[in-house]
């Protein structure tokens, strides 16, 4: 958890052999902290950053400069605990299921894409103020949950609907109607037999 100020090379640098043989001017280190360690690709231990963009990995020595810097400037990221983790994962749940409850399916999906974005920013402004908020629970269970309600409320429905039809079946039929012949060689889902069953009752 280190706040970096820039990606590679943020720091300024000066090959240690030209300190060596004289060609930087004293000037350069007055009032600095200076740190020595190796940069060049290939001879040093470098890591992977949130910052190192397309450079690959950050040398160890820049690494520690960042290190420094944050302490120099008494800047730093703390960890949320475990219950401020626990109530920002599930505001945009718990609201997002009550738009389950209100809103339109369609609505419902353009309210729950709106509440993963939400929490996202939320944590990345909470990252630049110094608090790491992991939104990871918050967003998996609003990915998943808006197609097992879906799913659910398909569901409720069909079943719904076949009760019903079957309570109409055994009702005693004064109109006069006219059969249908259930077609051959045809499958046909739950959902189909009940459209199909609803056409027949109209």
């Known amino acids: 958890y280190i706040p970096y100020e820039g990606g590679i090379g943020h720091f300024k640098s000066v090959p240690y052999v030209s300190v060596l043989r004289g060609e930087v001017p004293d ?118 949950s808006y197609p097992l309600w879906s799913w659910r409320r398909l569901e409720a429905a069909i079943t719904y609907l076949g009760q019903e039809f079957t309570r109409l079946d055994q009702e005693p039929h004064l109109l006069p109607e006219e059969k249908t012949a259930a077609p051959q060689n045809e499958m046909a889902d739950v959902l189909e037999q009940r459209i199909t069953a609803m056409k027949n009752a109209a």
């Open 27 to 144: 000037e350069f280190f007055t009032d600095k902290y200076v740190l020595v360690g190796a940069t060049a690709l290939g001879m040093a231990d470098s890591y992977p950053t949130p910052v190192s963009g397309n450079a690959g990995a950050m040398p160890g020595i820049e690494i520690n400069a960042h290190v420094l810097a944050s302490l120099l400037d008494g800047e730093e990221i703390r960890i949320a605990a475990p219950w401020q983790t626990a109530f920002f994962n599930a505001i945009p749940v718990f609201m997002a299921l009550l738009g389950y409850l209100l809103l339109s399916p369609r609505f419902s999906l353009f309210a729950t894409g709106i509440w993963i974005l939400v929490t996202l920013v939320a944590s990345y402004i909470g990252l630049r103020m110094g608090i790491w908020i992991a939104p990871a629970a918050a967003v998996i269970t609003l990915i998943i």
